[in-house]
């Protein structure tokens, strides 16, 4: 069972940054796609971005597109670097894990949360003006 457990949420200052983390466990990631999606409040789930595992290739929304950075280590953490945050920023940001996303990786896929069959907990970031 894969298990996600985001951190690293908090408020911040418009202008500010922060970096949220994504600890995956449960099986071997090679063939993953991991996403990183937020929900505000009354607003519907949207898609941040995106990366494939195996081969580190990324995908953005054109909203953060610029300022918000995924990467990876060697292990099983992924990464979401915020920088320029704005107040429309603030959401509960999750992670989450799609186990044939290799197979599938386009931008399309990639940003529909129905192609994601784990997702974490979440972890709330306020961007203050």
């Known amino acids: 069972q894969v298990h996600l457990v985001e951190s690293g949420g908090g408020l911040v200052q418009a202008g500010g940054s922060l970096r949220l983390s994504c600890v995956a466990s449960?099986?071997?990631?090679?063939?993953?796609?991991m996403g990183w999606f937020r929900q505000a409040p009354g607003k519907e789930r949207e898609f941040v971005g995106s990366?494939?595992?195996?081969?580190?290739?990324t995908y953005y929304a054109d909203s953060v597109k610029g300022r918000f950075t995924i990467s990876k280590d060697n292990a099983n953490t992924m990464y979401l670097q915020m920088n320029s945050l704005k107040p429309e920023d603030t959401a509960v940001y999750f992670c989450?894990?799609?186990?044939?996303?290799?197979?599938?990786?386009?931008?399309?896929?990639?940003?529909?949360?129905?192609?994601?069959?784990?997702w974490g907990q979440g972890t709330q970031v306020t961007v203050s003006s």
């Open positions: 449960g099986s071997t990631f090679s063939y993953y796609v």
């Open positions: 989450a894990a799609d186990s044939q996303g290799y197979y599938r990786a386009t931008y399309y896929y990639s940003s529909r949360g129905a192609s994601y069959g784990y």
């Open positions: 990366i494939t595992w195996s081969i580190g290739r």
